[in-house]
């Protein structure tokens, strides 16, 4: 393992996978930690792998909490992002950008799931023995999102616009607990549109 930020009931591992840095979430429980998911890591042969072709990661110790900071690069093309605790927001929440040289064929994040999952809507409950112990969710930014699921693989997708020339496109998605604050959704909508930015 390389390193680990964790708050609040929320765990986020991140170890070495070929040459990704790849990463596990895991959820407090009553019985333990309980690994929620793992990211499903593109190969170097892909130029647009289903997740950030994140290499490099440096952790920074803020006010709000500790952030993990990542690049990394596939084919002609920059990714960055952020992922840290927000208690307003109830668990993880990742920020990425990817600077596209060429038009994007694929953007977005896979996971492999550890627990059982059901679609609600835009959201994706998470459970485990019978109870509810996490929500996966997104918003758009930049593209149309859409969020897929199957085989035990949560798959969110970005829709980009067949744009030839250099693009930024940025994209956030986050996984929130059944305990979290009841304003979550309001703090949700606000971190649509205010936050740090990632390029």
Do not use: K
Request: aromatic share 8%; net charge negative.
């Amino acid at each position: 393992m390389i390193g680990a930020i964790e708050r609040d009931g929320w765990r986020v591992e991140f170890f070495r996978h070929n040459d990704r840095v790849a990463h596990r979430i895991l959820r407090q429980t009553a019985d333990g930690p309980l690994q929620v998911a793992e990211s499903q890591e593109g190969t170097f042969a892909e130029h647009w792998p289903g997740s950030p072709p994140f290499q490099q990661v440096h952790f920074e110790q803020r006010e709000s909490g500790d952030v993990a900071l990542l690049v990394g690069m596939a084919g002609r093309s920059h990714w960055s992002g952020s992922v840290e605790i927000r208690p307003e927001l109830g668990g993880p929440v990742w920020d990425v950008a990817c600077r596209a040289s060429d038009a994007a064929q694929c953007l977005g994040a896979s996971y492999r799931l550890a627990v059982p999952a059901q679609p609600l809507g835009d959201q994706l409950l998470l459970h485990a023995d019978g109870e509810i112990v996490g929500t996966a969710m997104s918003f758009e930014l930049d593209a149309p999102m859409r969020m897929e699921l199957g085989a035990g693989v949560l798959r969110w997708r970005l829709a980009p616009p067949p744009v030839g020339q250099p693009r930024t496109y940025r994209w956030r998605y986050w996984f929130t607990g059944p305990s979290s604050d009841p304003d979550a959704e309001e703090a949700a909508e606000d971190a649509n549109t205010a936050g740090e930015a990632v390029e």
